[in-house]
């Protein structure tokens, strides 16, 4: 009896070990630093990492609503199985960034991360998630430094839809110096890396085309009384003053500059953070002819018009509230797209997702057809394919009217 | 006499007056300066000094607040920055909807009596209840208690704001009868900055009359004097403190409306520098003196607006604005090493130090 029972285990266990062989190797996940393992009836998780409260909220939740409209294009599937999409505030902050940083570093399910919304808030939590094997995707970090080779801030994994700032400023540069004829230029900064990074930028290229700075002032993000600052640039007599700051000090200095002597007559330019409904209405009349620059929306693709803008109104019942919102939807769809293309799938529907194919994947994205443009990335990260336009503020008018170019 | 200088004169003075004696070269270095450059014309002095005013008007009319609280209770009620943002914070509601529905401009007076009561209301409101539930059991606990429950009453205060009202920054309304200028011989000054100087004036001379000329203020003076033998004297001393605080709070709300007359913006967090600066102009008049905090403030406002274009210019330093609030300070500690009870303070005794 025993001895019948032994032969029988022994050929149950024999051609179950040869019915093995014959079948589906298991896979083996050979990626450098790793792979996300994705069950048969679990989601693919993609993370964000915005700005969704306080005073620069738009900016944040204007992103994740065209992230979330890509998501609807899709079905709300990729590879059959769902798309988990949450995250966390990233503050628009160091702060904010270090919290946020920390707490998606921890979860391992997440495969990529769309954010963060600001320059500074990156800068602290990159460091976290490039450590973590997370491919990160902004759409609207702009800083110089984070894709600049060689830079402390340049991490492997990170890449951003949103075009640089050298982009930004210079044409900036070219609008004052080339469009409106001006030779002298003031700038203000706040202190924080986007505006004095632009400013920068501003200055080196007014000054390669020939122009002067009279002046490079700073004043605080909150700071009310402009006074002193408008009277030292006055002394310069510039025609133009570029202040590539936030809201609530850029709509003081529109409230000031006007009544500052010797500025009756200066123009004014800010950059996108300035493009918003907020500065019409903290800056009321005096807002008339102030100029910004913005990525250029008429020239997106035709997709843009067409089927974007009546599925944002649709889905959020408004206009977009900011202008990243489709350099979110794009960044969604490359991430979307490498994730298909470099995942490899049991016949059981288990997703292997290699964490280093997926940048080497989002690395190497060349024309791909997108709302903002034909992206194609550089080794840094630089995806973009920047049109920057300038537009021109009219008291009790939102949006503001393109001018140029 | 020198005898008597080398027996009390120490190396900690000596190095003190050194200090005070090179900020006050460099001044007069800058300024000498900066005239000879001649790189401001006249117009942009005036309007510097006019910005300048305006600025330490409301400074005054905050630090009216810090001097009155510590002149009673010799506390510092760190808070009183949150009371001066709760008035207009709440008031640029009411504004709004007058401008919706089109009164705000119909009936421009009416309309700012209105938000000005209302402003002067909450303010007076979070005032008293600041003292009641954060400081009165706390009335004879060690200074350093009520100091450090005033840190925790303005973040509370200010984060209570935000949620009731939002993070946003609100705007007020434009203000038709307040916009132009009027002239006055060669300075041209624009209404609402006129109206923001004169009233900062005005309000500090009622506040001193309400001290120095009635029945009350009589009360708070003794109060402030000695609290036991106030009482005894049969002065109901909860009621005048809580007076006090109102009274502090008032001008805070009224100061608030002024604010907004002229920056009109307003947000949960726009009271914090204003209240650090007012309580630094109360501590250059002489802290617990009302005509004290309005020259303070007043003060302040001048040296933070001029003081860039005026000295440092003329010293060559770069991004001389950066350094507005440095120069405020410096001269503070300044004015401090030679007067230590402030520009107009009284020497303290013992026991009301």
Redesign the interface.
């Known amino acids: 009896m025993s001895k019948r029972l032994l032969i029988i285990v022994s050929i149950i266990m024999i051609s179950s070990m040869v019915l093995a062989a014959c079948g589906a190797k298991p896979y083996e996940c050979t990626d450098k630093i790793g792979c996300v393992t994705v069950g048969p009836t679990d989601p693919v998780h993609i993370a964000y990492a915005m700005v969704i409260?306080?005073?620069d909220?738009t900016l944040g939740i204007d992103s994740r609503n065209g992230a979330e409209i890509a998501i609807a294009d899709k079905g709300g599937k990729v590879l059959d199985h769902a798309i988990k999409f949450d995250g966390e505030d990233d503050g628009c902050s160091a702060e904010g960034g270090q919290a946020a940083g920390t707490k998606l570093a921890a979860d391992p399910t997440i495969v990529a991360i769309l954010g963060t919304s600001c320059s500074s808030a990156l800068r602290v939590a990159m460091p976290l998630w490039s450590t973590a094997g997370f491919t990160v995707i902004s759409a609207s970090n702009t800083a110089v430094d984070l894709t600049e080779a060689g830079n402390e801030n340049n991490y492997p994994g990170y890449l951003r839809t949103a075009h640089n700032d050298k982009v930004q400023g210079a044409a900036a540069a070219q609008f004052a110096y080339n469009f409106l004829g001006f030779k002298k230029a003031a700038t203000i900064h706040d202190g924080s890396i986007y505006a004095d990074g632009l400013q920068k930028v501003f200055a080196d290229e007014f000054t390669k085309l020939g122009g002067t700075i009279t002046a490079?002032?700073?004043?605080d993000p909150?700071q009310?009384?402009m006074?002193?600052?408008l009277?030292?640039i006055?002394?310069g007599t510039p025609e133009i003053i570029y202040h590539p700051i936030f809201?609530?000090a850029g709509?003081?200095l529109i409230?000031q500059t006007w009544?500052?002597?010797?500025l009756e007559n200066t123009v004014e330019m800010g950059a996108d953070g300035m493009f918003s409904p907020?500065v019409m209405?903290?800056a009321?009349?005096a807002v008339e002819g102030v100029y910004v620059s913005s990525p250029d929306f008429t020239k997106f693709g035709a997709d843009y018009t067409a089927k974007f803008l009546p599925a944002y109104q649709a889905a959020y019942g408004s206009v977009p509230v900011s202008i990243f919102h489709a350099h979110a939807y794009d960044a969604m769809n490359m991430v979307l797209a490498c994730v298909e293309k470099v995942t490899v799938k049991d016949s059981d529907g288990t997703l292997h997702i290699p964490r280093q194919g997926l940048r080497d994947c989002m690395y190497a994205t060349k024309d791909f057809k997108g709302l903002t443009g034909n992206l194609t990335c550089t080794p840094t990260g630089d995806c973009a394919d920047p049109k920057i336009a300038v537009f021109e503020y009219h008291a009790g008018e939102y949006p503001p009217t393109k001018v140029w170019p | 006499m020198l005898k008597r200088w080398r027996q009390t004169l120490t190396l900690t003075d000596v190095m003190v007056y050194a200090i005070g004696v090179i900020i006050g070269i460099a001044i007069v270095y800058g300024t000498l300066r900066t005239w000879q450059k001649a790189e401001y014309t006249p117009e942009q002095w005036i309007n510097l000094t006019i910005d300048g005013l305006k600025l330490g008007s409301i400074y005054a009319l905050i630090a009216l607040g810090y001097t009155l609280v510590y002149g009673i209770l010799r506390m510092i009620n760190f808070a009183h920055g949150e009371v001066f943002m709760a008035g207009p914070f709440t008031a640029v509601f009411l504004a709004m909807y007058l401008d919706e529905i089109g009164f705000y401009n119909a009936q421009p007076i009416i309309s700012l009596l209105l938000i000005t009561l209302l402003s002067a209301t909450v303010s007076v409101t979070v005032a008293l209840l600041l003292e009641k539930l954060a400081y009165r059991r706390l009335r004879y606990a060690p200074r350093l208690v009520p100091l450090i429950t005033a840190i925790g009453a303005s973040f509370f205060l200010q984060y209570t704001f935000r949620g009731f009202y939002g993070a946003d920054v609100e705007t007020y309304p434009n203000l038709d009868i307040l916009k132009g200028t009027l002239t006055f011989g060669p300075i041209t000054i624009p209404k609402a900055d006129l109206l923001v100087i004169v009233s900062g004036f005005l309000l500090m001379l009622l506040l001193y009359g309400i001290v120095q000329h009635t029945k009350i203020g009589k009360a708070m003076r003794s109060v402030s004097e000695d609290k036991e033998v106030a009482a005894l004297m049969g002065i109901d001393v909860d009621r005048i403190i809580q007076f006090t605080f109102g009274l502090g709070g008032a001008s805070a709300g009224i100061a608030g409306i002024l604010y907004a007359i002229i920056y009109q913006n307003v947000q949960a967090f726009m009271g914090f520098i204003p209240g650090l600066k007012a309580f630094t102009a109360a501590v250059l008049g002489g802290i617990g003196n009302v005509v004290g905090a309005w020259l303070g403030g007043t003060l302040l406002g001048l040296l933070e607006s001029l003081g860039p274009n005026l000295f440092l210019s003329g010293l060559g330093v770069p991004a001389a604005n950066q350094l507005k609030d440095g120069i405020a300070f410096a001269i503070l500690v300044f004015i401090l090493i030679f007067r230590p009870s402030g520009i107009l303070g009284e020497r303290l005794s013992k026991t009301k130090a």
């Open positions: 409260n306080g005073p909220a490079r002032e700073s004043v909150l009310v009384s006074s002193g600052v009277t030292t006055a002394s809201i609530a709509t003081q409230l009544k500052t002597p010797g907020d209405k903290g009321g009349d």
